[in-house]
């Protein structure tokens, strides 16, 4: 890979970079497939922690009993577009490509995600918030590869919920919020995290709306001043997916749903979640 120079691109799904191409937005002198390296594609739940290969599919995540146990997970991975694009597309090449409409990047930030990449220079871990550095641009050298993700299990009393509106199945959320919740005494919220997608240059993570839950009981006002704090927080700009206004709106009203679901789960009931479609 080092050989071909900087103009040569790895290929795992190929459902981002074949699209780019066709559009003459990407032009790699070379393309390196990576999908016959062996042992990275795998999907693991071992010692409190979800191992997910970078070539593990979305729809082969979708249908983990492993990865099942952190339910935000299979959310994610069960609401990328539509069968085609799941059945090819990896975890890997999402979070590789650090596209800010792409659903993986919002869901693994509520969670303790280290990805580790191998490269010229051997292997290192990278906490998520730091391997993303802008959008489309990752902390990846030259010839350096994403081989795994690994998650950490949420404690019990954890629930998580990845919530997107979109157009149809096969384009990207117009918004997105995922939550996760830790519940304590009196279904308090002991911990929360609250990310944004599609409404900013890299996903956000709503801090302030946090912020109004930890320590708090759910009740509809904790959840409209976390809707509302979250609402501040997008950044979204107007587009042919909506206007600016529309889409922090929709924030608001996809914070209240996400964590809504999230707290269910983390009360142990078994709740259907995913995505919001303006047609099917
Ligand atoms: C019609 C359509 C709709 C879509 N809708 C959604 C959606 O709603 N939500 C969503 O999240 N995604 C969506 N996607 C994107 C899809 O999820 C892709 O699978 C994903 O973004 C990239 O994964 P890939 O394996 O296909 O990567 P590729 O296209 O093969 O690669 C993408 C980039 O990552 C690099 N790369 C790939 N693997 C690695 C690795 N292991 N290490 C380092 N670099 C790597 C490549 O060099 C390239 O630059 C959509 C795609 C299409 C075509």
């Known amino acids: 890979m080092t050989d071909l120079g900087e103009e040569a691109r790895l290929i795992a799904g190929g459902q981002s970079l074949i699209p780019l191409m066709k559009m003459r937005l990407a032009r790699p002198v070379a393309l390196v497939d990576i999908n016959h390296i062996p042992g990275i594609s795998g999907i693991e739940g071992r010692g409190g922690e979800l191992r997910l290969g970078a070539l593990a599919r979305h729809a082969e995540i979708e249908a983990s009993a492993a990865a099942a146990a952190i339910p935000i997970v299979h959310d994610c991975a069960a609401g990328i577009a539509d069968v085609q694009v799941r059945n090819m597309g990896t975890i890997g090449g999402s979070v590789a490509e650090a596209d ?20 010229p220079n051997g292997e290192r871990t990278v906490a998520l918030e730091e391997f993303v550095k802008d959008a489309y641009t990752t902390v990846l050298g030259q010839g350096e590869l994403v081989r795994e993700i690994i998650v950490k299990i949420p404690p019990a009393g954890s629930g998580g919920a990845c919530v997107a509106f979109k157009r149809s199945a096969p384009v990207y959320a117009t918004a997105s919020v995922a939550a996760q919740l830790t519940l304590g005494d009196k279904d308090t919220v002991a911990d929360a995290r609250i990310v944004l997608g599609c409404v900013g240059l890299v ?9 109004e839950l930890r320590g708090k009981r759910l009740d509809e006002k904790t959840l409209k001043r976390a809707a509302e704090a979250a609402r501040a927080a997008a950044d979204p700009q107007s587009d042919m997916r909506g206007s600016a206004e529309y889409k922090r709106t929709l924030v608001a009203a996809l914070v209240k749903r996400a964590v809504g679901i999230a707290a269910r789960r983390a009360r142990g009931e078994k709740v259907e979640g995913g995505h919001e479609y303006a047609a099917r």
């Open 100 to 119: 800010p409409s792409g659903d993986w990047g919002a869901t693994l930030l509520t969670l303790e995600t280290r990805v580790v990449c191998v490269g």
């Open 203 to 211: 996903a956000i993570r709503a801090q302030e709306a946090e912020a």
